[in-house]
């Protein structure tokens, strides 16, 4: 049982107490908000299975600031608060269902399915998965190699003439990752600028990069562009 507050639309305000520490709030006898006793609101059902849900418990390491439920199908959506000993407290958003989408006018524009893939619509059409860039580098490969900016790359190596080995700084989960290059021979030029270059994935941390003039001799070029998509 719990404390009812019913606002009838016949007798008016009805009270009903007890003992349990719970407490609904209700229209008609039918109710509408229930808070538990330790805190937690529902909105919307008889029950914290509800549609919408308030946790005040801090005690976690994990806390559920708002938590959106279909009482059906058992999906959920929670707004948490989220404290690591390593990065303090931060707020992170947890699903659990088929997938969770995100609509426009009532059209799906976004959605992370179940899995994790990101779909997203951007002018295809429909919704379809996006697959990001895991990493990326641009760096002089003349003389001294030098990185000029990078994200997800942690090194690169010079290995000979036209040859290199760029470090990824996390691993990917397997070798069929796709490395797209690009070389330049002389930035500062307007004219002898073309050069051939490749990637071979030799593992799931580093790529082979290699760069050949346009007659297919190893050649050092001044600019090497690296992108890894998976």
Same mark, same amino acid.
């Given at each position: 049982?719990?404390?009812?507050?019913?606002?009838? *639309? $016949?007798?008016?305000?009805?009270?009903?107490?007890?003992? @349990? +520490?719970?407490? !609904? /709030?209700? =229209?008609?006898?039918?109710?509408?908000?229930?808070?538990?006793?330790?805190?937690?609101?529902?909105?919307?059902?008889?029950?914290? *299975? $509800?549609?919408?849900?308030?946790?005040?418990?801090?005690? @976690? +390491?994990?806390? !559920? /600031?708002? =938590?959106?439920?279909?009482?059906?199908?058992?999906?959920?959506?929670?707004?948490?608060?989220?404290?690591?000993?390593?990065?303090? *407290?931060?707020?992170?958003?947890?699903?659990?269902?088929?997938?969770?989408?995100?609509?426009?006018?009532? =059209?799906?524009?976004?959605?992370?399915?179940?899995?994790?893939?990101?779909?997203?619509?951007?002018?295809?059409?429909?919704?379809? *998965?996006?697959?990001?860039?895991?990493?990326?580098?641009?760096?002089?490969?003349?003389?001294?190699?030098?990185?000029?900016?990078?994200?997800?790359?942690?090194?690169?190596?010079?290995?000979?003439?036209?040859?290199?080995?760029?470090?990824?700084?996390?691993?990917?989960?397997?070798?069929?990752?796709?490395?797209?290059?690009?070389?330049?021979?002389?930035?500062?030029?307007?004219?002898?600028?073309?050069?051939?270059?490749?990637?071979?994935?030799?593992?799931?941390?580093?790529?082979?990069?290699?760069?050949?003039?346009?007659?297919?001799?190893?050649?050092?070029?001044?600019?090497?562009?690296?992108?890894?998509?998976?």
């Amino acid at each position: 049982m719990t404390v009812k507050i019913n606002a009838d *639309t $016949s007798d008016g305000l009805k009270l009903e107490s007890d003992t @349990s +520490g719970e407490i !609904d /709030l209700q =229209t008609n006898g039918t109710t509408k908000v229930h808070m538990d006793s330790s805190g937690n609101v529902g909105i919307g059902y008889t029950s914290l *299975t $509800s549609k919408l849900t308030v946790n005040r418990d801090q005690s @976690s +390491g994990v806390a !559920d /600031l708002l =938590t959106l439920r279909d009482g059906s199908a058992g999906a959920t959506f929670n707004m948490q608060t989220y404290s690591d000993p390593s990065f303090g *407290t931060a707020n992170r958003f947890d699903f659990s269902g088929a997938y969770l989408a995100f609509r426009r006018s009532g =059209t799906e524009a976004m959605r992370i399915d179940s899995s994790g893939n990101l779909n997203f619509d951007s002018g295809y059409g429909s919704v379809v *998965t996006a697959y990001g860039v895991r990493a990326w580098v641009n760096f002089n490969g003349t003389g001294t190699v030098a990185i000029r900016e990078s994200g997800g790359v942690s090194s690169v190596a010079d290995r000979g003439t036209g040859q290199y080995t760029v470090v990824l700084s996390t691993a990917m989960p397997d070798n069929n990752y796709c490395g797209v290059t690009s070389a330049i021979h002389d930035i500062s030029s307007s004219t002898n600028r073309n050069r051939i270059a490749n990637a071979f994935t030799k593992d799931t941390n580093e790529v082979y990069v290699n760069s050949f003039d346009t007659g297919g001799n190893a050649s050092d070029v001044e600019q090497v562009n690296v992108v890894i998509v998976r």
